[in-house]
């Protein structure tokens, strides 16, 4: 079992992945992240640990030791919260269904008008009520 909160986050939350580090620092996804205490490491491989859902942050080891935790100073002013998160993935989901249901009516006008008058006539889907069901017994 682990000692910490932090040693469990890097157990099951953090991805590790080897990199150089260079003379402006250590780069990954496209981010620069640079240290003053990674400069005696110029050229040697470290591993970086990062969690997925967050990539301005990472936490870097050289030979199993933690030298330091980088944030990238490209995003080191952007705050972005669960709300912001949320409204992101309702957006992608509305713009899904949209085109999706530009597909369907674009392949619709292809389709036999048997299958349109099928789709028409379709029986609505059934509404379930959700109630608490007593018995007798239960009395």
Not at 19 to 28: E, L, N, S
Not at 78 to 105: F, P, Y
Not at 124 to 137: F, G, M, Q, S, V
């Amino acid at each position: 079992m682990p000692g910490s909160l932090n040693d469990l986050d890097l157990l099951l939350v953090m991805v590790a992945k080897p990199r150089i580090v260079r003379r402006d620092g250590v780069h990954f996804q496209g981010l620069r992240f640079m240290s003053p205490i990674l400069a005696p490491y110029v050229g040697e491989t470290v591993t970086i640990r990062y969690d997925p859902r967050d990539f301005g942050e990472i936490q870097v080891f050289h030979n199993n030791r933690f030298l330091c935790r980088d944030v990238s100073p490209d995003r080191a002013h952007e705050i972005v919260t669960l709300k912001d998160i949320q409204m992101a993935r309702s957006a992608h989901r509305r713009a899904l269904r949209t085109r999706i249901k530009e597909r369907v009516g674009a392949v619709s006008e292809y389709l036999p008008e048997s299958t349109k008058l099928r789709r028409a006539t379709a029986k609505p889907a059934i509404k379930r009520h959700n109630t608490l069901r007593t018995y007798e017994e239960d009395d």
